[in-house]
């Protein structure tokens, strides 16, 4: 919302009705071609590159407000990443054309495309992250986008993802991870849910963790 302002934010939204998502779908995958972009009304999401070998990398996570696949629909390339559900949310699909329509008419191309750039250094240093810090500081950082994108005030934030799915996505096995969430859980910072995810009381304290331990 913040690269296009909030007047404007709504005029999109009412060029396509609200849509709930549920949890792990997929909202945009990677591959596909650009034939609409997501305006992401509440909820949190993944975005997720997927290797030769079937490998997952989380390069992000976006919350409300945030408008996703844009880049596609404004260069005409296939999809660079997956955008996953982390949660229900809601959404507006707003189609290809509609869009550029938009865009055009509100001379918001030069915005975009600095947007889409910020975005992709933004990745580029969280795979630094991923090919270089051990895997507490790696799942530490993946745990606090998560949290900064969690649609909801409360002091505890659960994270609806297994250690299994967040083994996959910051390049770590399920047992480092396990290793890695003990001291944390021990600390009260965390716990673990009967459901498989993570509520996490303290990101803090689990961020300063992670640096103690590199």
Not at 49 to 76: K, M, Q
Not at 82 to 105: D, G, M, W
Not at 132 to 160: E, I, K, M, Q, W
Request: include cysteine.
């Amino acid at each position: 919302m913040a690269v296009i302002g909030d007047h404007l934010w709504s005029q999109l939204c009412r060029l396509a009705p609200l849509r709930v998502r549920p949890a792990r779908s997929v909202l945009l995958r990677q591959g596909d071609p650009g034939t609409h972009v997501v305006l992401l009304a509440s909820g949190s999401t993944l975005v997720t590159l997927t290797g030769p070998n079937g490998e997952r990398a989380l390069l992000a996570v976006r919350g409300p407000g945030e408008l996703l696949g844009e880049l596609a629909v404004l260069d005409a390339q296939p999809r660079s990443a997956s955008v996953i559900a982390a949660e229900s949310c809601r959404v507006h699909l707003i189609p290809a054309p509609e869009f550029l329509t938009f865009v055009e008419n509100n001379g918001l191309l030069n915005p975009l495309l600095r947007h889409a750039i910020a975005r992709v250094r933004e990745s580029e240093k969280v795979r630094f992250e991923l090919a270089t810090a051990c895997v507490p500081a790696r799942l530490a950082g993946a745990l606090s986008r998560l949290v900064d994108a969690a649609s909801t005030n409360r002091p505890a934030v659960s994270v609806r993802l297994t250690q299994e799915e967040l083994s996959q996505m910051i390049g770590a096995s399920r047992n480092a991870v396990g290793a890695a969430i003990k001291p944390w859980r021990e600390e009260g910072w965390l716990e673990t849910e009967p459901g498989g995810g993570l509520l996490i009381h303290d990101i803090a304290s689990i961020e300063a963790h992670a640096r103690s331990t590199m």
